[in-house]
């Protein structure tokens, strides 16, 4: 079992930044991907960004240029730097670890509210 803390949410006006961190229960080393999925109210669950082992990013088109994914091995943790958020940036952000293509493990999710 794989326990996932997100933390770094919370409350911010568009334009500002927010750093969420993803604390993982066991080194990531053995992750083969991690991910960060955002749900608004209303809307779909959909993907954020993701890091490989081989922290090879990919990014969704509306955060491409203003969000960065990270991760430190080390630490056990993966980040995502949000930068020049806008309102619509606004849902509850998850982090997803991948251990391989059928066992995967989900965080509890941090709020992000931006305001106009």
């Known amino acids: 079992q794989v326990q996932l803390v997100e933390s770094g949410g919370g409350l911010v006006q568009a334009g500002g930044s927010l750093r969420l961190s993803c604390a993982v229960s066991?080194?990531?080393?053995?992750?083969?991907?991690m991910g960060w999925y955002r749900q608004a109210p209303g809307k779909q669950l959909e993907l954020v960004a993701t890091i490989t082992s081989g922290a090879v990013t990919s990014y969704a088109d509306a955060v491409k240029g203003r969000f960065t994914i990270s991760r430190d091995n080390a630490k056990n943790t993966v980040y995502l730097q949000m930068n020049s958020l806008k309102p619509e940036d606004t849902a509850v952000y998850y982090c997803r670890a991948d251990l391989d293509v059928v066992r995967y493990f989900w965080g509890q999710g941090t709020q992000v509210t931006v305001s106009s």
């Open positions: 066991t080194s990531i080393y053995r992750i083969n991907n």
